[in-house]
């Protein structure tokens, strides 16, 4: 009997869709395999893919067993391809076939549509991998190189996923672009990644941080449309996927905690009550709550970016097509539609800001975005509960959707973070205020020292409350093998 | 006055609103608004299906309460309120602990059954919580041996304890045992929980005293101060705790134990009250012991006398030089037979106790097997379960 939720491993790749008995889809994916595990052995330093990492790893979907925690070398973490249980006779749950049985094949008029959906998703997870590749060199901690780490091999679990979809569903095309999502590379000049924030280099700490809590939670929210799409498979997919993202918001939210902890901490200890005197928090080894906001600004409004134009008839197309749905599409109440409601939207007028009423289909992007914005917010003040429980007056702000963009209405034009227009050379004089430096990044850079002891942690940072699967607070995430 | 029950909580200033948990809940117990995510004890019903995926460890938190919390006044936390006072008279049947942090670690230890963990109908009546951190009982050390080989690479022990006054404890309960000192931060070290391995009436029989099974660990804080407790010296206890991990009182219930190393204190527990009180007139007892070799086997030697009519035992070992490894689940396939038997036996009772890493070879056995005779093991067990026949203790 085929068991779909306990993991199989019987073939050469752990998953719970009987691959064992779909020869055709095994062999293509054990023929991509070896490329895949290249491009992981190239990628990561040696002396970590030799060392003992307490990772969890799924071995089976069901809550009991999908976190096991063991230590594992990174090499021989069992990737595979892991769908959320089938829901039996679910419904495509939004747009003109919304209400029918949720396809388990590919629609062919959807073809083309559904292919570039996955291929975009699929094209992000490697390239954070590739971004984050020598962080490790300068982990704080042992707490947090083996939370990169779980995040690094989970990101190589999602290409998996998005892989095994375009090989079991489209055919040769299927293949070549699962090929295309090895050969495309973080930064490369000749074949670049496809969305522009994922070409950026992860330089330090906290903008891993700033990274894993702005961009992967709009990978999240991707993953919470396309959990929604009436293709059955795609949907079970991110479903599963999302339980691991949850992991990845936690490293983003609590190490961005952890570090203006750590600096309310120091300067309450210095008798420091003024957050913008920088050199003399500085001096004591930990990052000014001012250029932590600035991290703050540029991750958000990179972030944004990646939600597309604020109206968009892709976006409408993809919502009326049934393939992707609206943030929690299940629990909104209306006729998931949407063919006579209007949604607010930004827009520009005579250089004005203002906010107007669109057909809402074509503002499916910028509802999400919305949705996106009220998650971020959430972090950002339970942040300044850190702030205020120390007594110290500044607070976080996620600025106006206005500042620094380089897609949608706002693109080409200049504000400052609170929405308001300016001239570019007023813009430029501010700039350095708004947006981190190279000397700010230079004074980041300074800090990252790694700290290999275990229970100890780097001068800019306060270790977390509660360890990884409970461990003691000198529990040995990683056991390093230093050749 | 309601009955208080144990209520789960999340812990506020940890959980990062994620909604994992909500989305994983299959009864939609769990909701939150622009502030919190909370529990509502009027759904949940313990499946414990939310703790494993929450990726911050915000979730596993208790408090023992007369009125639950409602679903408003957790909206409005910032932080988690403290556990009030309980008294005992309050406690009632069906109670592991009153103590939160015990009542979080037994409901961890016992998350392996799949379920809520039921105590089987003929059990005893067992007392919970007499003793606790703010009043624990004082014991006497009277003795303290090593169970394993003198070349053996671990070290467990037998340590005996009495009491001046009589400490009420069933077989398959814990004790708490509180170590001397504080932590980094200055906190006094919380009670670490230990299965005792004697049976109710004492390790002497109407002497009332308790035996534990103690496995020294490296860094252990809490077990290389017992394993180096020497006769004479006073320990600070709490507890009792746990209140499903029992054995039943009908002598035909036929108990099926699965174990490995100090996993094995509550059988030896289990195997002493039968031969106490009906002997060899029971319904019988088999037991799957692994551990690496002989002289690593906490027992080895007096088990080896216990007759056959009373404790069936396979004494399973992985590290035999010259020896294939053989793990308890390897055994229990290759006891297909007489397990498949005994798991269509409407009066057998189950018991696994261990490290934690055991559970799932061991189910997949009972998988196997429970499909030998075309049963659904999730089924059964869940079916056990409920009716308290099935029982996972694990760490």
Avoid at chain 1, 250 to 263: C, L, S, W
Avoid at chain 1, 312 to 327: E, H, P, V, W
Avoid at chain 2, 168 to 193: A, C, W
Wanted: net charge negative; charged share 25%.
């Amino acid at each position: 009997m085929l068991d779909l939720i306990n993991v199989s491993y019987d073939t050469q790749i752990p998953n719970n869709v009987g691959l064992s008995s779909d020869k055709r889809v095994l062999k293509a994916l054990e023929k991509w395999h070896p490329g895949y595990i290249n491009w992981w052995s190239d990628l990561i330093p040696d002396n970590f893919q030799q060392s003992l990492v307490y990772l969890r790893t799924a071995v089976s979907v069901d809550p009991k067993g999908w976190a096991k925690f063991d230590y594992v070398k990174m090499p021989e973490y069992r990737w595979g391809i892991l769908l959320a249980p089938q829901v039996e006779d679910r419904r495509i749950p939004c747009g003109e076939h919304a209400g029918q049985p949720a396809w388990q094949e590919v629609p062919g008029e959807y073809r083309n549509l559904l292919k570039r959906l996955i291929v975009i998703q699929g094209d992000t997870e490697p390239a954070s991998v590739e971004q984050q590749r020598f962080l490790g060199l300068t982990a704080p901690s042992l707490y947090d190189m083996r939370n990169l780490f779980q995040v690094n091999v989970e990101e190589g679990r999602h290409l998996w996923a998005m892989v095994y979809l375009l090989q079991k569903y489209f055919g040769k095309d299927g293949r070549e672009e699962a090929d295309d999502l090895l050969r495309r590379s973080s930064g490369s000049e000749e074949a670049p990644r496809m969305l522009g924030a994922f070409n950026e280099e992860t330089p330090d700490w906290l903008s891993f941080f700033m990274f894993t809590y702005f961009t992967d939670r709009d990978g999240k929210m991707q993953l919470e449309s396309l959990a929604q799409s009436g293709f059955d498979p795609l949907s079970r997919t991110c479903r599963f996927m999302l339980t691991e993202e949850a992991h990845h918001m936690f490293v983003g939210e609590t190490g961005v905690g952890r570090t203006i902890q750590r600096t309310c901490e120091v300067m309450n200890a210095h008798g420091i009550t003024d957050p913008y005197d920088i050199n003399k928090i500085r001096d004591l080894g930990v990052i000014d709550l001012p250029t932590i906001q600035k991290k703050l600004n540029l991750h958000y409004t990179l972030s944004l970016d990646l939600f597309g134009q604020e109206v968009s008839t892709n976006a409408a197309n993809a919502f009326n097509a049934g393939i992707k749905g609206r943030y929690m599409e299940s629990r909104i109440d209306d006729d998931h539609k949407l063919t006579n409601d209007t949604y607010t939207v930004w827009d520009l007028e005579d250089g004005k800001v203002v906010q107007k009423q669109v057909p809402a289909l074509t503002a499916i992007n910028m509802r999400l975005r919305d949705d996106y914005t009220r998650d971020a917010a959430g972090g950002v003040g339970r942040w300044n509960k850190i702030i205020e429980k120390a007594g110290i007056e500044f607070e976080m702000k996620l600025p106006h959707e206005s500042f620094h963009r380089q897609i949608g209405v706002f693109a080409g034009h200049n504000f400052d973070p609170d929405g308001n227009p300016l001239s570019g050379a007023d813009y430029d004089a501010k700039v350095n205020d708004w947006l981190p430096t190279h000397a700010d990044g230079d004074f980041i850079q300074s800090l990252m020292k790694p700290v290999y002891e275990p229970g100890q942690y780097a001068s800019w940072i306060s270790p977390p409350k509660v360890g990884i699967d409970n461990k003691p607070g000198d529990f040995e995430y990683v056991k390093l093998h230093m050749a | 006055m309601n009955k208080p029950i144990k209520q789960h909580l999340i812990d506020p200033e940890i959980c990062i609103r994620c909604y994992t948990c909500e989305m994983t809940c299959p009864i939609e117990a769990i909701v939150h608004d622009d502030n919190n995510v909370v529990v509502d004890a009027d759904k949940c019903d313990y499946c414990m299906a939310c703790i494993p995926v929450c990726p911050t460890g915000s979730i596993d938190e208790w408090r023992v309460v007369a009125d639950p919390y409602s679903v408003e006044e957790q909206f409005g936390w910032e932080e988690l309120p403290e556990q009030q006072d309980i008294t005992q008279s309050e406690a009632a049947g069906g109670m592991e602990a009153l103590d939160d942090a015990m009542a979080a670690l037994l409901a961890e230890a016992h998350a392996g059954a799949g379920g809520k963990a039921v105590a089987p109908a003929s059990a005893s009546k067992p007392t919970v919580n007499m003793y606790n951190l703010s009043h624990p009982v004082e014991a006497t050390v009277q003795g303290n041996y090593r169970l394993t080989g003198d070349g053996a690479d671990t070290d467990v022990r037998h340590v005996i304890l009495s009491f001046q006054d009589k400490f009420p404890v069933l077989e398959g309960q814990s004790i708490g045992i509180l170590p001397p000192g504080q932590d980094d931060k200055g906190n006094p070290y919380l009670p670490r929980l230990y299965s005792v391995s004697s049976p109710r009436d004492g390790e002497r029989p109407n002497f009332g005293n308790v035996s534990l099974t103690v496995k020294r660990e490296q860094h252990g804080i809490c077990s290389n101060y017992v394993c180096d407790l020497k006769p004479g010296d006073k320990v600070r206890v709490t507890g009792p705790f746990g209140a499903t991990f029992l054995m039943p009182d009908d002598p035909q219930a036929r108990l099926l134990m699965v174990c490995t190393g100090t996993g094995s204190a509550p059988m030896r527990a289990f195997t002493m009250r039968r031969q106490r009180s009906v002997g060899n007139k029971s319904g019988g007892m088999t037991m799957f012991f692994g551990a690496r070799s002989p002289d690593t086997l906490p027992y080895f030697g007096p088990l080896k006398k216990v007759p056959e009519a009373l404790l069936k035992t396979h004494m399973v070992f992985s590290r035999l030089p010259d020896q294939p490894k053989e793990y308890v689940q390897d055994r229990i396939l290759a006891e297909e037979d007489a397990v498949a038997e005994m798991l269509g036996d409407p009066n057998t009772y189950i018991y696994i106790c261990g490290l934690r890493g055991m559970e799932e070879g061991v189910e997949k056995a009972f998988t196997n097997i429970a499909e030998s005779i075309g049963v659904q093991w999730v089924a059964l067990r869940d079916a056990m379960r409920e009716e308290g026949r099935y029982h996972v203790e694990t760490y």
